[in-house]
Structures are given as C-alpha cells and as structure tokens.
C-alpha cells in the first residue's frame, strides 16, 4: 500500500511539474505588498498529497508565495498541526490576524476559496 501511494505520489507530482498553470502577472508594487500579505500565511503540506497539490497549484494561479511547510517529515511542523491546528490532515492553511492569533483552516475548497476571496 505504501508502495501504491508513494508511485502515485510521484506520477502525480510529475504531471503536476509538467502541465505547471502559469501565474499572474502584477506590478511589482502590487506583487510587494501581496508577499507582505502572504507572510501572515503557512501552508502545512504533504508534497505529495493530491490534496495540497490543488492548493499549491492554485496558489501559483495566483502568484501567491506562501511558505510551504511539510507535515510529514518535520516534526516540529507536525507537531504544531497536531497540537495546535486540531488534527494531522493536510492540506491545512495557518491564518495569522493582527493580532498574532491564529485560525486554522482545514479543507482544500474552503482554503482555495478563501485564497481567491482574499487575492484573486
Ligand atoms: N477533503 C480533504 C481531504 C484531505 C486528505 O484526505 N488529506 C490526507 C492526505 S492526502 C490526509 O491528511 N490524511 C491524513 C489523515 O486523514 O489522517 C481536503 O480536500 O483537503
């Protein structure tokens, strides 16, 4: 089963790398202050969960750059998914307020949905 999962992984992953959307362009001002935006978001991650390729091929859509953080093999991350977010299940999307609290956002419709109410 490992095996299955790991082969299908990859195949995914390598048409993901093939057919890879191209993302929009924006003035550099305009890219300046999305990055300063995207810093206050963590995407916790499988690289190979078919999953968090949707959300990570909708963030290059829009040219979002989102730090990616990989819950399978850090365990810091994993950890703080676990402990923090509710549950090990990616993708999950960690939401940063003013306030420096944070909201976990579990799902890849709602986190696509909420990436394109908030950039795209
Ligand atoms: N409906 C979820 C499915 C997410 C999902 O099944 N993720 C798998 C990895 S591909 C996972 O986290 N499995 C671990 C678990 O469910 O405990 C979504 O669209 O995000």
Redesign the pocket.
Known sequence: MFIIRKILGSIILFFSWVFTPKGVDRESEAQAEINKQTEKLKLYQ?QA????I??RRAMKRMSLNIETRDAMNNAEYRDELGRDGG?????CLRIEDDKGKYTWM????D?IQYLQSQFG
């Not at 969960?49 to 968090?52: A, R, S």
């Not at 579990?106 to 419709?109: A, C, D, G, V």
């Open positions: 499988f969960c078919p999953f968090c949707k959300v549950a090990i299940k990616v993708p579990y799902e890849s419709s986190i």
